[in-house]
């Protein structure tokens, strides 16, 4: 109990009403703290153990399809399918790398590319759900010197695409940048120097600029590296052993592209360019797990996912190649790929693809039955070939009608 003495030189009785008024004053701060810093996960259901790693061939129409596929070189690398926690289907075929006969295994590591867009965006989101920043921040508050042209940017443009700040591949010399080393400071600093392309927040232009920058923020909020924080933020606490930053040791199998007569190596990743947009490497397994996790409500409050997959698009965002356009989300898109096999389906799809330096991958999960599908492929020119496999593994694990080409 508080004792006041009168000598203190104020009425105890007036000493008493400041001391409720402080109490009170402290608990409103509690009660708000509580409401702006909700918990970060709402107790989902646990995770189930992770399937062993071995090979699954429970979809016949598609095993059928990659035995002559990866028999003939069509398609080189891995593909995963899954309807909720049930494995339906794990193969690899192809090499790890050529001139070596080394094959790839169930548990080879592939570089990502854009498919990395998603932990950083995911990074953003629960920082934001621990309070430490919000999406709707300027991007100045983070990001100093900061050009005048870049005072109406917010956090939630650089997220879904629609900044206005030129990307690395729309810049001079694009070339000469593509294959020379950069820091997180440098790439930021270059990107200061174009003014932007169209007002902040009235078009969506794809840009890796942005979630480079974004990863700029990640390390200004909580003074670590990026790739520090994504391993301790996620894939320690998620088991995701072989999945980081691809730093040139970090065992990922060699890229291939199909220049002159058969395939050709492509060792030079050079991903400090994209450090923030594409620069992670994975597995098979570990991607699945990432994939039940985040869908599943166990990364992020339900505030913050809704944020993710919502579209951030204008309305004025015009279809795309004659076909609906795709949802712009955070780290993620969505839309009916299904329309671009022949015959189609209409499926809602969550996805996001990745194509840099000898890889071209896309992950997938159709929300409504559960299904991930995930191809990754260590051969930037099997871009059709990526994209007919996911939609006819989506296609057989839905039950729709196998897809036998590309829709032209």
């Known amino acids: 109990m508080f004792h006041v003495p009168r000598q203190s030189g104020g009425h105890p009785r007036l000493a008493l009403a400041i001391l409720a008024a402080l109490l009170v004053l402290v608990a409103g701060l509690i009660a708000w703290a509580s409401v702006r810093m909700p918990p970060l996960r709402p107790d989902p259901e646990p995770l189930p153990p992770r399937p062993p790693v071995e090979v699954v061939e429970a979809l016949p129409r598609l095993k059928a399809q990659l035995d002559r596929w990866g028999g003939s070189g069509q398609f080189t690398g891995g593909v995963l399918v899954a309807r909720g926690d049930e ?139 990026l790739h520090d924080y994504l391993r301790t933020a996620f894939f320690e606490p998620l088991g995701m052993d072989d999945t980081g930053y691809d730093d040139d040791v970090s065992d990922v199998v060699m890229g291939y592209a199909n220049l002159g007569v058969g395939p050709s190596e492509q060792p030079n990743a050079n991903v400090s360019i994209i450090v923030g947009a594409g620069a992670m490497y994975s597995t098979l397994d570990d991607l699945l797990v990432w994939q039940r996790t985040l869908h599943g409500g166990h990364l992020l409050t339900p505030r913050s996912y809704a944020m993710m997959i919502k579209d951030h698009a204008p309305e004025t965002t015009p279809d795309e190649r004659g076909q609906p356009r795709r949802d712009w989300g955070f780290g993620l898109f969505s839309n009916s790929l299904g329309r671009r096999v022949s015959p189609d389906f209409l499926d809602r799809q969550i996805y996001h693809t990745g194509s840099w330096s000898g890889f071209r991958n896309l992950m997938t999960w159709q929300p409504d039955a559960d299904v991930t599908v995930i191809v990754l492929s260590n051969n930037y020119h099997q871009r059709d070939a990526v994209f007919l496999l996911s939609q006819q593994a989506m296609a057989e694990a839905l039950g729709r009608p196998l897809p036998t080409a590309m829709a032209r």
């Open 87 to 225: 494995v339906l289907f794990r193969q690899v075929h192809g090499y790890a790398n050529r001139s070596q006969g080394q094959p790839l295994a169930l548990n080879s590591r592939f570089r990502l590319a854009s498919v990395s867009k998603q932990f950083t965006a995911a990074a953003i989101l629960r920082l934001q759900d621990e309070g430490v920043l919000s999406t709707h921040d300027p991007l100045c508050r983070w990001i100093q010197p900061c050009p005048p042209a870049w005072e109406p940017i917010r956090l939630y443009h650089l997220l879904g695409h629609s900044s206005g700040i030129p990307d690395l591949m729309a810049r001079p010399a694009w070339g000469v940048r593509r294959v020379t080393p950069a820091s997180m400071e440098e790439l930021t600093a270059e990107s200061a120097q174009y003014g932007l392309q169209f007002a902040p927040g009235t078009r969506v232009r794809y840009n890796n600029a942005a979630y480079n920058l974004l990863g700029a923020v990640i390390e200004k909020a909580t003074g670590k590296p």
